[in-house]
């Protein structure tokens, strides 16, 4: 996606440790606009594949979920990262290992929102590793859904999440791929 | 705001200790129509004062802010609650305490988001007790910004938060004011 490439390269900022910082539009100030186009690109390419809910795990693919959902018109459902004394007894848990925070965290999602006859896209504003991505397929699988796709914003090709999920066969959407970074250059793949 | 104390009425569970479950559609599955028209009452409200910019705090604040701030063409901040390795140095920082996980937190926001030229509008799910919202008015006043008004979708009228906000003579508006609840009644403030 030529207008979210176009942004990182004039916004985004190369830290120590392959870290790329979007926060200026993407996941601390967000600008809704951007978002509504990622959004409208994510429908063009799954838009008809009969997806029912979009999922996504808290917190900054929250906005980028929601501003997907208005174009296919259906629900978001986003799995959390604690578990609130609000939260029902009835849930789906898997554990996740973060090299943002440094330390693995659970995530959990209530039951009643997901069941088999729904299809759902994930979205996220990151793929790295995949962790954050495996415990979400591991809810889904646990949950009977069919995953109808998955939608990235920034995917960092020059490590493995990408590649995982494409060897096992899902629909994997990346808008912007990263092959390479340094303080000088930033790459990306042709698509 | 009819549609919303309708859907509360339908769709929200009240569980023992004041709390009023609406995940069915407001924090942890999201009906993103629902959420439109929720930023369009924001800005049939706020619209005229100026706003720059959507400010909140994560996670469940970050929908209704991105869908108010389509409404008003500006950009979304959202307050982070645990630091992560990402952030730069150059944070604004609160403490809250939260009485639904029974802890104090940090809330974070980059410096480099906020201006004395800002002028915001702060919005989130849910006002009790205030504590979250006295964190982010103190992040606003560390930034020297205005606070052009407080967009609030579920105010629970028996607690203290609203009372004082308006007291200290805060815009404030709550599209729905939860006045009384028990197992078999809800009741709202006429408005």
């Known amino acids: 996606m030529k207008l ?44 008809q ?7 996504t795990i808290e917190a900054s693919g929250i906005a980028i979920a929601c501003m997907t959902a208005r174009h296919f018109g259906v629900p978001v459902v986003f799995a959390k990262k ?5 939260i029902d007894g009835e849930v789906y848990t898997s554990v996740v290992h973060s090299y943002t925070y440094g330390k693995d965290y ?5 039951k009643k929102f997901l069941s088999p006859r729904d299809k759902v896209l994930i979205v996220d504003d990151f793929l790295a590793n995949g962790k954050a991505m495996r415990g979400l397929l591991d809810v889904c699988n646990q949950a009977g859904v069919t995953v109808g796709g998955i939608g990235i914003c920034i995917e960092k ?28 250059s930033l790459t990306f793949r042709q698509q």
């Open 106 to 110: 659970n995530i959990t999602l209530a």
């Open 157 to 184: 090709g020059f490590q493995p999440g990408g590649a995982e999920l494409r060897a096992a066969g899902y629909k994997l959407a990346s808008l912007a791929i990263v092959d390479h970074m340094d303080d000088t």
């Open 49 to 55: 594949d009969g997806i029912t809910k979009i999922l």
């Open 82 to 86: 604690a578990k609130s004394k609000n």
């Open 4 to 47: 979210l490439e176009e942004r990182i390269l004039r916004e985004g900022q190369v830290r120590p440790g392959n870290v790329l910082k979007v926060d200026c539009f993407l996941n601390h100030q967000l600008d809704v606009e951007l978002l509504d186009q990622i959004g409208q690109e994510f429908y063009r390419i799954f838009g």
